[in-house]
């Protein structure tokens, strides 16, 4: 079975820094990658997804991510916080041969310092 | 062009009590899912559709059935709640691998 893993449980950086989170999945073939954001007592907004081709995708609100095969990983980035950025962020993974169900990690809770 | 629609928002059930979710998709996708997300575990799926009169099991099944008897509905059941299913349940309709996503009910089992 797939599973996805985000390492960090809770991130904390101040406004004006960049900003990484990490994900890592295991599967044997590529699958779909996505990103998204959910605010406190909000629903999920999908900040940017990899089907296949560039490894680095561009997305919403200024993030970005990258896919990196070898490591099986698809890491989000931003180069510059803002306060409105705190939310959780999940990664999921989908597969065309499960129906493109989503399998979610556990999320990644980001505090903004001003 | 309302989306993905979810009915109700909030809800407060008693341990045994019986209700129903509905989850309405107005851009005739043929996927349909109900997640729920409970604090630290993500998102889960519970079961899913791909195509009106079709169902299937999701990572979390127990307790929960569905029907997708119309291809715009996907109805989520409880038949006799337990405090275990108090969550945040999201729908959701797929297009092109892409999911999309209902506003949340936030079910309450005392």
């Known amino acids: 079975a797939q599973s996805v893993t985000q390492p960090d449980i809770h991130i904390t950086v101040s406004e004006g820094a960049s900003l990484e989170l990490r994900c890592n999945y295991s599967y044997g073939a590529t699958p779909y990658l996505f990103w998204y954001v959910q605010s406190p007592g909000q629903g999920l907004q999908l900040l940017l997804k990899y089907f296949s081709g560039d490894t680095l995708v561009q997305g919403i609100k200024g993030f970005e991510a990258e896919f990196k095969r070898s490591q099986s990983s698809f890491n989000l980035r931003k180069p510059s916080v803002h306060w409105s950025d705190a939310a959780e962020y999940f990664c999921a993974v989908a597969r065309e041969s499960s129906n493109y169900k989503l399998t979610f990690g556990k999320g990644t809770l980001l505090t903004v310092n001003p | 062009n309302a989306g993905v629609t979810q009915t109700p928002k909030f809800r407060v059930l008693k341990t045994g009590q019986s209700m129903t979710l509905l989850c309405a998709q107005d851009m005739n996708h043929e996927y349909m899912y109900w997640y729920r997300q409970d604090p630290g575990m993500g998102l889960r799926l519970i079961h899913y559709?791909?195509?009106?009169?079709?169902?299937a099991k999701g990572e979390v099944p127990d307790g929960y059935n569905v029907s997708r008897l119309k291809k715009q509905n996907f109805l989520l059941g409880l038949e006799s709640a337990a405090p275990s299913q108090t969550s945040v349940y999201f729908c959701a309709s797929m297009d092109q691998v892409e999911q999309y996503f209902g506003p949340g009910t936030r079910l309450t089992v005392t």
């Open positions: 559709s791909v195509g009106e009169g079709t169902t």
